[in-house]
């Protein structure tokens, strides 16, 4: 903002006008309080910083001498029902100030100090207070204590998605849980992000077999979002260890036989580093069938070994209409494949919706995919300043070292950092418990497309509050017996599942009851015989074209739609109504001192 200094020291700016004379501010949001009148242009530029819409941006809608809070316009205007806490303050003093709020809202106090009242209201009322001369309106924010020592994040996702409310109240001298494998492009070791809690890397890319850090920033971003603990910019699981495992180039590129061997790393090395989750933000090449893709016999593994596996739905969605769901891992039945939610830029499920770019429908194996959905859009984390991600997109660098993207890349991680928590709770339960408890407690996004979201958007809270979790691969676990080669881990039986499938479609039917999933969480008509009809399962989808070698093409891809970025980044940001729709949800509440 340009700023003028005048001949008595006063100073006015190209924002509110000239200042030692006029000394008044006249705009939308101020209305007339004599002097001179702000230049057209300036009114103009206010519209652009006040995102308010309707009658109540024009001007005049604002009585003279009456301030409103930008933001508070703007949820009158975006969600008329929500509740406020506000402060009206009158230049008539604290009785001016009651007589207008009357019949409004619900007076909590008088504040003759200041000349006001501080009411609750629904946020369409403000419009019309917006019309009573000589008011200031404001909200009713919280009050932090300076210094706390708390995990804060600055942006919505962590506390919608519940996170937030399973961080601890302060910040812990050690790591706490099991450790989350980062199976990725590689970790900045250097990030404050991380501090001591990144155990060990590990470089497995055949493409790159010398490199050390993260030249892609992929790696790095993905497991900010997981578990980061940067002032601001904390993660799902910010005090969780963490352990990189690169696969990727510094183009995003993959080869599907390094994933293959990240995937046995992990499990000759998950007790040493006590590893319980693992996240693959990335997809094969090639798709086709689970029973027959390397990648997929891979993770598998892990899971049955006992670790949590979280894996990107996969950015290939086209204008929100479902696809064919055939990219490992994310075509897994047994792990948890995780889509991508677009918030809409406030707390609350109204106007959420899975984002354009997340991929969702059936499988070539008849199993609907995304299983669940998480904040995936907009959002910010960590990235290599000298990374390519921020060399291909300078203009999303929100602050030196952080950056806003896209992708199903980044709702992945926080299912692993919800799942992480969960573990640090209930060490005893296995990947099946971790995912039932968070498919029995998704929210239902009302307005989302049916299936686009799974089972619905991640509330980890409500998941590590569960105690007995139903176990949704219960059907799938009687195929999953010894390993005929003589291994340890156990393998699933897919010529036996394959032959049961064949003879009966609807063979999990009977699983399904109303007493393992009720109607609040998994209704029968997600698992009607619609899902296994004999159409899925013609002769023409088991051709021998499907099993031959050369299906498998040796390559991997990074899950993010780096390119989607908000032309608005603070969109996405927390602002004080938000954070007291979060305070005012029980589930939603993190400890005292996180909410920045």
């Known amino acids: 903002m340009d700023t ?72 009158a205007n975006r969600i008329p029902g929500l509740k406020l806490h506000v402060i009206v303050q009158s230049t008539g003093g604290r009785s001016a100030a009651e007589n207008a709020v009357k019949g409004l809202g619900s007076l909590r106090k008088r504040l003759d100090l200041v000349g006001g009242v501080a009411l609750d209201l629904p946020a369409g009322r403000i419009n019309a207070l917006a019309k009573v001369p000589g008011l200031t309106i404001t909200s009713d924010a919280l009050v932090k204590v300076s210094g706390s020592a708390a995990y804060t994040s600055a942006q919505i996702w962590p506390y919608e998605s519940g996170v937030a409310s399973l961080w601890p109240s302060t910040i812990p001298l050690t790591t706490q849980g099991p450790a989350i494998a980062i199976v990725d492009s590689g970790v900045d070791p250097a990030r404050a992000d991380f501090g001591t809690r990144l155990l060990t890397q590990v470089n497995l890319s055949s493409l790159t077999p010398t490199a050390t850090g993260d030249g892609r920033g992929h790696g790095t971003f993905v497991a900010g979002i997981a578990a980061g603990s940067a002032t601001g910019y904390a993660g799902a699981a910010p005090a969780a260890p963490i352990v990189s495992i690169r696969v990727m180039d510094d183009n995003g590129k993959a080869m599907t036989s390094d994933v293959v061997a990240a995937c046995q790393w992990i499990l000759a090395n998950k ?118 991600l921020v060399a291909q997109k300078p203009l999303n660098v929100t602050a030196p070292g952080y950056i806003q993207l896209s992708g199903t890349s980044f709702a992945s991680p926080a299912v ?29 996004a009302p307005n989302a497309t049916p299936n686009s979201v799974g089972a619905g958007e991640l509330s980890a809270g409500k998941a590590a509050s569960l105690s007995a979790p139903p176990n949704p691969n219960l059907a799938l676990d009687r195929f999953v017996g010894p390993d005929p080669t003589g291994g340890s881990t156990p393998v699933f039986d897919w010529a036996t599942w394959e032959d049961a499938v064949k003879n009966n479609p609807a063979w999990d039917a009977a699983t399904w009851t109303d007493a393992t999933w009720t109607d609040a969480t998994w209704t029968d008509a997600t698992w009607t015989d619609a899902t296994w009809t004999d159409a899925t399962w013609t002769d023409a989808t088991w051709t021998d074209a499907t099993w031959t070698d050369g299906a498998i093409e040796d390559a991997s891809w990074e899950d993010a739609a780096e390119g989607d970025s908000s032309s608005t980044p603070d969109a996405y940001a927390l602002d004080p109504l938000d954070e007291a729709a979060i305070l005012a949800d029980p589930s939603l509440a993190p400890p005292p001192g996180t909410l920045p």
Not at 325 to 333: C, H, S, T
Not at 354 to 375: M, V
Not at 436 to 442: F, K, P, Q, R, S
Request: no cysteine.
């Open 4 to 75: 003028h200094t005048y001949g008595d020291g006063a100073r006015g700016s190209t924002l509110w006008g000239k200042g030692p004379n006029g000394g008044s501010r006249d705009s939308t949001t101020w209305g007339r309080r004599g002097g001179s009148s702000v230049v057209a242009a300036i009114v103009a530029g206010l519209a652009l910083l006040v995102p308010v819409s309707g009658a109540a941006a024009d001007s005049g809608k604002t009585a003279p001498g009456t301030y409103v809070d930008p933001a508070l316009l703007a949820k």
């Open 416 to 444: 692993a950092g919800a799942a992480q928590e969960i573990l640090t709770r209930h060490p005893s339960w296995t990947p099946d418990q971790v995912k039932g408890a968070l498919l029995a407690t998704a929210k239902k």
């Open 271 to 388: 007790d040493k580093y006590n590893i319980r989750v693992a996240n693959f933000s990335l997809h094969s090449a090639t798709p086709g069938h689970f029973v027959s893709n390397p990648l997929d016999k891979a993770v598998e593994k892990l899971w049955f070994s006992g670790i949590f596996v979280a894996v990107a739905s996969g950015n290939y969605g086209v204008a929100g209409q479902p696809v064919h769901m055939g990219y490992a891992p994310g075509n897994d039945p047994f792990v948890m494949t995780v889509g991508a939610l677009d918030l809409g830029g406030t707390v609350g499920l109204g106007n959420d919706n899975a984002a354009p770019f997340s991929a969702y429908g059936y499988t070539y194996d008849g199993f609907l995919k995304p299983d669940i959905a998480a904040p995936g859009r907009f959002i910010v984390g960590p990235a290599p300043a000298a990374s390519t």
